[in-house]
Every structure is written in C-alpha cells, then in structure tokens.
C-alpha cells in the first residue's frame, strides 16, 4: 500500500487500531520529502520539527518513530553512529543496503539483488515471511586510509565528503551508559 497521501495513511492506521494524529501525519510528510538516501535519527527529527515551529516533544517523536517502524511505513536502520536511524519504506521489491563508514559515519545506500535473493531464499527455507532485508557494511571510507586511519587520525575527524552531507563529529563519550537510548 503507497502512503503518499494523508488518506492512504489515515486507511492504513485506522485498519490497524490506531488514528492519524496532526503529530503522526507532519512527521511522516518530514520523511516524504526528504533528499534520497537521507536518514534521520530521533534527535534529528525532532531538531527538523522545532525549526519548523512544531511542538512536539522528543518522546512523542520517539514513539512515533517506533510505531512507523513496527508498522512497516518507516526502515529503523542501525549505523555506525551509536544510535538509530530511520528512513521512509519504499514498496520497491529491491531494497537498499548500506556502507558506514565506522570513522566519519559517512553512508553509502547500494542495491543487490544477490543479498535480496540471499534474505528471501533463508526466509523462504526456513518457513518465514520476509519483511525486510537490509545489510550494513561497516567501512574505512578513502579519505580515512588516505590520511592515516587507525594511526595519526583524530576521533572527530571527517572526509570531505561526510562533512558536505552535514554529518557531525563522533563525540567522545564519558561514561558506556551514554551508548544507551533514552
């Protein structure tokens, strides 16, 4: 089912128990009307909606991330930044896979057919459905190598190419519980 429209969506929602709420439908239309292959985490998210002048707090955008997840509108993507992203769930048959790269959290989408085939053939042997296939790949992007990786580079060091896509610096962290989600 396409969820481009506030109808398609309402239908949708409403099939499965739950109502199109003003905080639901403007944070879906976020995700519509992202670039391609743009991810965005909660805080990003909720970072979008203050700009924009809406009220809604960090939980409910948490909740709501979580629910258009299990609800199949929205990818939960775990990369290389600590935390989760999320991005819109295309009813195309091929899904997109990912490259992190594990020093600048730069992202990479790729398609292949050979780990579609691989995800719905194991599911298929085992009995299962497949929802979903998505594998990431955790990289040392060209730049990181170049410059010394693993040696002579800072933590918060970023390629050119992450920082032109507005990606931040890892933050150092102070204590393991900061890995944790709120």
């Known amino acids: 089912m396409s969820l481009n ?7 949708f929602l409403n099939q499965r128990g739950f109502r199109l709420t003003p905080q639901r439908q403007t944070i879906l239309h976020i995700f519509q009307t992202l670039p391609q292959g743009k ?12 700009q924009q002048g809406e009220r809604i707090s960090l939980s409910t955008v948490y909740r709501t991330l ?8 929205l990818r939960e993507l775990e990369l290389a930044e600590g935390h989760k992203h999320y991005e819109l769930n295309s ?6 896979h990912h490259l992190v790269c594990v020093q600048c959290n730069k992202t990479l989408e790729f398609e292949s057919d050979l ?14 459905h497949l929802l979903d296939c998505q594998l990431t790949v955790y990289v ?7 410059e ?3 040696q002579t580079l800072p933590r918060d060091w970023l390629c050119q190419r992450s920082m032109q896509c507005g990606h931040m ?6 204590h393991p519980s900061d890995l944790t989600e709120p």
Do not use: F
């Not at 429209?5 to 239908?11: C, F, H, Q, V």
């Not at 979580?66 to 509108?73: D, F, V």
């Open 5 to 11: 429209t506030p109808a398609s969506l309402k239908s």
């Open 148 to 150: 010394g990786w693993n």
């Open 39 to 50: 991810h965005l985490s909660a805080e990003d998210l909720h970072h979008i909606l203050r």
């Open 66 to 73: 979580h629910l258009m997840a299990y609800m199949g509108i």
């Open 115 to 128: 780990i579609d085939r691989i995800g719905s053939r194991q599911a298929e042997t085992e009995g299962y």
């Open 91 to 96: 009813p195309n048959p091929h899904q997109h």
């Open 169 to 174: 610096p890892l933050q150092e962290l102070s």
């Open 140 to 146: 040392i992007c060209p730049e990181a190598v170049a």
